[in-house]
């Protein structure tokens, strides 16, 4: 039987977003939805199955693969059934408290060495919750695994983009030695390469939402990742500013690197690295002093040749990740000048010079030379902003293919 479509579904902070293509990745259907008000994960299971009744009757038996993809970091611990023992971690969610045992067994470099990484939260849960409730602990599940088994079945597996914040080795391709043999490591998921194969849907889903039986569920990955995949980055050298509330910058490498001194580290892409950071400067940091409708006006009235002596470190409130990994690093926002466009020119150009200065910390520690910069997030539509960052770098700069990263996700089903 040919089912030639392939369904993305992206699970982010806001809401929920599907996309399905064909074989040459033409766009045939998208969606979006919000969540119910309901307690996760009840609400991600619910926006799950609303999402999966809206697909057209036309598109739905011809779906082939379908891969979903969630926040990264975002964790829930289950029973052998795959019900929910506590309410999830959301990506968000500090355990200070369990930094001093990961810090000790975490790979080098590793993300997995944060407060808000996976292993953190599983050790705290392991540390905090009741005994019973711990004994009856199966599993522990990112936001897409646990999605993806309520399709296909198959609980206790995962992807490794998802597992790098669980310590996972993705050089090696194992969890490390130093995880083995926790009184917790009975819990860590199976990891799969994403997009591979892990079975068919249920028959009850099948049934119920119109798909094949046919049809297959593979390993999902991280909603980051997935918008990375939906840009049209493909070499090395390809790499994707997402200019949203925060800067993040990835960058597509045959050589990988992790510099936990600078926030950065690396995704396993194939048998590629995708190499990056997350700055906290971005969209937050010009919300604090103007609306979208007067964003878009005043930066109508900026000359982007036209020179500036502001020299701006933008940030929300103190503490910086990327390419300064400071938590204590103050904003610099001063002198503001009486023109609000003047100082928008300069919160720009500084989010600009922070970009600059983390893609060439990236091609200093060692990446693929940068080749062209695709640009995602709500400040791709800003033009003002795109001829500033130009004006630094040495690399053309353009908007991504698609900025739904449940396109990605698609992409990755299509395989």
């Known amino acids: 039987m040919n089912l030639p479509l392939a369904l993305g579904i992206d699970f ?24 119910p008000d309901l307690p996760a994960p009840e609400s991600w299971q619910q926006a799950l199955f609303s ?3 809206a697909l057209p009757e036309a598109i ?22 795959g019900s929910a023992l506590t309410p999830p971690l959301l990506y968000n969610h500090p355990c200070p408290e369990s930094l001093a ?13 944060s407060a808000t990484s996976s292993l953190a939260k599983l050790v705290w849960w392991h540390q905090s919750l009741p005994l019973d409730i711990w004994q009856r602990a199966v599993y522990l599940l ?12 198959q609980w206790g597996l995962s992807d490794y983009h998802n597992s790098l914040k669980l310590g996972y080795d993705v050089g090696n391709l194992a969890y490390p030695p130093s995880m083995l043999g926790q009184p917790w490591s009975a819990v860590l998921p199976r990891v799969l390469a994403p997009g591979d194969v892990v079975g068919r849907v249920t028959s009850a889903i099948a049934q119920q939402f119109g798909l094949s039986p046919q049809c297959q569920v593979v390993a999902g990955t991280t ?9 049209g980055a493909s070499a090395p050298g390809d790499a994707v500013t997402s200019l949203g509330s925060t800067l993040v910058i990835k960058l597509l490498s045959d050589r990988r690197i992790d510099a936990t001194e600078y926030g950065i580290y690396s995704h396993r892409l194939g048998h590629l690295w995708l190499v990056g950071g997350a700055s906290n400067t971005g969209g937050a940091v010009l919300e604090k002093f103007f609306d979208r409708d007067t964003l878009a006006a005043l930066s109508q009235r900026i000359d982007p040749a036209a020179p500036t002596d502001l020299n701006y470190y933008p940030l929300a409130q103190s503490g910086e990740r990327f390419p300064i990994n400071d938590p204590e690093l103050a904003p610099r926002l001063t002198p503001r000048p009486e023109d609000d466009a003047e100082f928008l020119h300069g919160l720009l150009l500084g989010i600009a010079r922070i970009e600059q200065r983390g893609y060439t910390l990236l091609t200093e520690l060692g990446t693929s030379p ?46």
């Not at 809401?15 to 939805?33: F, I, N, S």
């Not at 990112?142 to 079945?153: I, M, N, T, Y």
């Open 60 to 81: 739905a038996p011809q779906i082939g693969r379908i891969a979903i993809d969630g926040t990264s970091g975002t964790v829930i611990l289950c029973d052998r059934s």
């Open 101 to 113: 045992t990961v810090n000790a067994i975490a790979p080098a470099h590793s993300p997995a060495a």
């Open 12 to 35: 982010g902070t806001s809401g929920v977003r599907a996309a399905v293509v064909d074989p040459q990745r033409h766009l045939c259907w998208h969606h979006r939805q919000g969540y």
């Open 51 to 53: 999402l999966l009744g």
């Open 370 to 415: 940068l080749r062209q910069i695709y640009t995602a997030g709500g400040g791709a539509a800003n033009e003002t902003w795109r001829q500033l960052r130009a004006g630094l770098m040495s690399v053309p700069i353009k908007n991504a293919a698609s900025a739904e990263a449940a396109v990605g996700s698609a992409y990755l089903a299509l395989g």
């Open 142 to 153: 990112h936001q897409a695994d646990w999605l993806s088994a309520q399709l296909h079945g």
């Open 223 to 231: 909603d980051s990742i997935a918008a990375f995949l939906a840009s």
